[in-house]
């Protein structure tokens, strides 16, 4: 099976073990998948698969950035799905690659930021705000970040934003002690 077939009949396994085994078709490899139309991006994949340090080395050597823009069947970027997985390794490393990944929002528009205080990931939700996320930003139904929080009982994220409320509403929590 080639890496094109094995991609199309969402083979994953097979092309994560082929790109871990091959450094010398490594670079080759991501090219080819990442010019795919797939309803799973690579780099998706390998943070859904747990594969950081092979998803960090992709998104090292993909020559043009946009592709990191590329969506799941879901609408979600690699920056959703790290922050869904709690996988700030790769979070940082697509950041640093392309910045506007923050702002992108999904089919549900909610960006990386919702998708961390949905999940509790308190270090990713922190990351994604001192880097300029907009912590006001909407899902389709209203839902701000923080009803996301509450809604899926995520009280460390709260309790976190109470304590660092200046960087989010910009003016001192009124319940600080």
Not at 30 to 48: F, G, M
Request: with cysteine.
């Amino acid at each position: 099976m080639n890496i094109e077939q094995a991609a199309r009949e969402d083979h994953w396994e097979n092309i994560v073990s082929l790109m871990e085994s091959s450094v010398v078709a490594f670079e080759k490899m991501v090219h080819h998948i990442c010019t795919l139309s797939l309803e799973d991006p690579l780099v998706n994949v390998l943070i859904a698969f747990k594969k950081t340090s092979l998803a960090v080395d992709v998104v090292g050597v993909i020559e043009d950035t946009k592709v990191l823009e590329k969506e799941n069947f879901k609408g979600d970027t690699a920056l959703h799905v790290a922050a869904s997985m709690e996988n700030i390794t790769v979070a940082r490393a697509l950041l640093d690659r392309n910045p506007k990944l923050i702002f992108k929002t999904n089919s549900f528009n909610e960006t990386p930021l919702h998708k961390a205080a949905l999940n509790g990931h308190s270090d990713i939700f922190w990351e994604l705000v001192v880097r300029g996320s907009d912590v006001l930003a909407r899902r389709k139904d209203g839902t701000t970040i923080l009803h996301c929080a509450v809604i899926e009982n995520q009280f460390g994220i709260l309790l976190a934003t109470h304590k660092k409320s200046t960087l989010l509403i910009g003016f001192p929590s009124f319940l600080q002690t």
